[in-house]
């Protein structure tokens, strides 16, 4: 019999710790703020997921332990079932969280003098994780095509050089949302296979196609890609269990995956902590119904924002995302400055949300071909309750005539 989860119920998350909340004097310099920013959302873990952290937390006896071998056989079966990619057990190894991850393949295979590719916009640890390491980020823009964002292969093809060591894809994208195609994929492999570029690919948000799109992993779109790749996955997004750190590693290549699974187990990153994989494996083997009813939702509370701003935000165009929690917002037709923007959204709306240009290069690393506008992007997390989304469109409506 089907279960129907309760995604209008609202959160009291004070109390928590949640990063949602609680930086907000801090990183907006006001605390008043509706916080639909970090990307976690705000309906409630799944009961199947709690259940099973309880049930170990009623064995009172906390100290070391094995990693179950059910964890990986049932990573294996929801990647098949999902994304139709066979992956091989050996391929596989925790990692403490993706951005870690990301720093950890850094400091591996890429020397100091060496150098890290990027495709603004997108997430910005991209860029702060290579740079906080010692390394020089080259940046390779997206194009803006009819509301999204292809790749520029031409413009790839002129910035790389001997020292490009690593590319770190965004797959589904984040913040535009976008699944890449099978062909877009094999094309970026071709050519980091031929120039010697292992390509990391962040797909922690690849459970989270809407619209009948689909995402499909970088690894299996070619040989080429296998051999060149590591891949990063995590149920973290889907079933909002961020704070359960609950990463793993995907690498078919031997010698990659030696080199890089030697340097984690000799300094013991690899063991994930007690609950993680209790979580994981609830989370697959337990949540495909949940999964749908909350995309279901998410779905939803896109179109609520797609018709809100077409009624009463014309200026402030969504861009449909093809996966994930978040929408780009298009707000170039308020013709504000990137201070004014802000002003907008946080003191005049109060509004938290991630200002586009954070998603960019910095004004003065951005080259000049192919760059993409910084300015007039805000990134908005629907994952939250219709009523809250509501509240803050009509915040953001009334700033917007006042």
């Known amino acids: 019999m089907s279960k129907l989860y309760n995604f209008d119920k609202i959160i009291d998350r004070s109390g928590s710790g949640d990063l949602k909340h609680g930086v907000l004097q801090e990183r907006y310099g006001r605390g008043d703020l509706l916080p639909l920013w970090v990307a976690d959302m705000d309906f409630e873990t799944p009961s199947f997921i709690t259940d099973a952290l309880r049930r170990r937390l009623d064995h009172s006896l906390f100290g070391y332990t094995v990693v179950p ?5 049932t990573v294996i079966q929801w990647i098949v079932d999902h994304h139709q990619w066979q992956v091989e057990r050996r391929w596989l190894t925790y990692i403490p969280g993706i951005v870690k991850g990301i720093g950890m393949a850094i400091n591996v295979f890429v020397k100091e003098d060496e150098k890290v590719i990027i495709q603004t916009p997108v997430y910005h640890p991209f860029r702060l994780t290579p740079e906080g390491n010692g390394r020089q980020v080259v940046y390779n823009p997206l194009k803006e095509v009819d509301g999204t964002y292809e790749m520029d292969f031409e ?29 877009t994929l094999q094309r970026l492999a071709h050519f980091c296979y031929e120039h010697h570029i292992i390509v990391i690919s962040d797909e922690i948000h690849s459970d989270m196609a809407l619209f009948g799109h689909k995402h499909t992993p970088f690894a299996s779109v070619s040989n080429e890609a296998a051999q060149i790749s590591i891949t990063f996955g995590a149920p973290s997004k ?13 690498v078919p290549n031997d010698s990659l995956r030696r080199r890089f699974y030697t340097w984690l187990e000799a300094n013991e990153l690899n063991d994930p902590p007690l609950f993680a994989p209790i979580a994981t494996i609830a989370a697959f083997q337990q949540g495909e119904q949940w999964r749908r009813q909350m995309l279901s939702y998410v779905e939803d509370n896109i179109r609520f924002v797609e018709d809100y701003c077409r009624e009463y935000l014309p200026q402030i165009k969504p861009w ?7 929408v780009w917002l298009d707000c170039r037709d308020l013709e504000l400055s990137h201070d004014a923007l802000v002003d907008l959204f946080v003191n005049r709306a109060h509004l938290a949300l991630n200002d586009g240009a954070m998603f960019f290069a910095p004004q003065s690393n951005r080259p000049a071909k192919g760059s993409t506008d910084a300015q007039g992007f805000m990134r908005l997390n629907v994952g939250t309750p219709r009523a809250l989304l509501h509240r803050a469109l009509e915040q953001l409506r009334d700033a917007c005539t006042t």
């Open 155 to 183: 413009q790839l093809a002129e910035v790389v050089d001997d020292k490009c060591r690593l590319l770190i894809l965004s797959n589904p994208h984040n913040p535009a949302g976008i699944c890449w195609s099978k062909e």
């Open 238 to 250: 889907t079933f909002n269990i961020a704070g359960i750190v609950s990463s793993y590693a995907i």
């Open 320 to 326: 449909r995302p093809q996966a994930s929690f978040l």
């Open 69 to 73: 071998e059910e964890l990986w056989t």
